[in-house]
């Protein structure tokens, strides 16, 4: 059985009255693809902060990577890649030095992050711009950029949250083609994305509503059980039962 990278059992999060995330059970595979999906307000962002050790759940249980949401979140932090919807690299400086800060961020020091900035650089095809503002790259470099910093330093998962967002349908297709990469290395990839065909390439999908796990399984599965064409059906099947607005 494959090791798990992620274990959650009731995992929950009120804000006063307001239940975000509502005893979500799951669990995600060593080296998966795990699509997490949800409409605005659905309580992914939310799962996700808990997730990622930068909101403590009000109760359930949770460990990413062995490690307790509760008691070692800063272990957590340390020891995940993260790749924000918004581009989270500084557009003031070059690719290199955005490399060489977060390296370092990471804890990469000296000779191996020297090496790491130069197999990046190259891995991205990045040498005629390592010299050049990133504000001067187009989005779907510094978005390939951003998810190569993510992982510098060898995490067991990366969290990407709407890393597509924007960004032509060729350029999303190679994204999509070094998470495959990264997934065959090892590395397990929690991934939301509101681009309903890039869930057809999850090794498996949960679709949040209100707060909720609704339905979690791989692609072709859930598409039997709903008796649909594409996950896209099977969202807009179970959308139209939420009862919270968008937000």
């Known amino acids: 059985?494959?090791?798990?990278?992620?274990?959650?059992?009731?995992?929950?999060?009120?804000?006063?009255?307001?239940?975000?995330?509502?005893?979500?059970?799951?669990?995600?595979?060593?080296?998966e693809i795990f699509g997490f999906l949800g409409a605005n307000g659905a309580g992914k962002t939310t799962a996700m902060k808990m997730l990622t050790g930068l909101l403590t759940p009000s109760s359930g249980t949770a460990?990413?990577?062995?490690?307790?949401?509760?008691?070692?979140?800063?272990?957590?932090?340390?020891?995940?890649?993260?790749?924000?919807?918004?581009?989270?690299?500084?557009?003031?400086?070059?690719p290199e030095e955005n490399i060489e800060f977060y390296g370092g961020v990471y804890g990469l020091r000296g000779q191996e992050l020297k090496q790491k900035t130069e197999e990046l650089i190259r891995s991205v095809g990045l040498e005629k711009f390592r010299?050049?503002?990133?504000?001067?790259?187009?989005?779907?470099?510094?978005?390939?950029?951003?998810?190569?910093?993510?992982?510098?330093?060898?995490?067991?998962?990366?969290?990407?949250?709407?890393?597509?967002?924007?960004v032509d349908p060729v350029t999303r297709r190679q994204f999509w083609e070094r998470i495959y990469e990264v997934s065959n290395q090892g590395i397990t990839v929690f991934v939301t994305t509101h681009y309903m065909d890039e869930a057809e390439y999850c090794d498996r999908v949960s679709?949040?509503?209100?707060?909720?796990?609704?339905?979690?399984?791989?692609?072709?599965e859930l598409k039997r059980t709903f008796n649909a064409s594409s996950i896209e059906e099977v969202f807009i099947q179970l959308a139209r039962s939420a009862e919270r607005g968008e937000g």
Not at 9 to 16: I, K, M, P, S, Y
Not at 74 to 93: A, H, T, V
Not at 207 to 220: E, F, K, L, N, T
């Open 1 to 31: 059985m494959s090791e798990l990278a992620i274990q959650t059992e009731q995992l929950t999060r009120t804000f006063g009255d307001f239940t975000a995330v509502d005893r979500i059970t799951f669990d995600v595979k060593q080296g």
């Open 207 to 220: 679709i949040m509503v209100d707060g909720r796990i609704d339905a979690m399984d791989s692609p072709d």
């Open 131 to 166: 010299k050049k503002l990133v504000r001067s790259l187009p989005l779907g470099w510094k978005q390939k950029l951003a998810f190569s910093i993510s992982i510098i330093h060898n995490p067991g998962i990366v969290f990407l949250d709407e890393p597509t967002g924007g």
């Open 63 to 94: 460990k990413v990577s062995g490690m307790d949401v509760y008691k070692e979140a800063e272990g957590i932090k340390r020891n995940i890649g993260y790749m924000s919807q918004k581009f989270s690299l500084y557009d003031d400086l070059t």
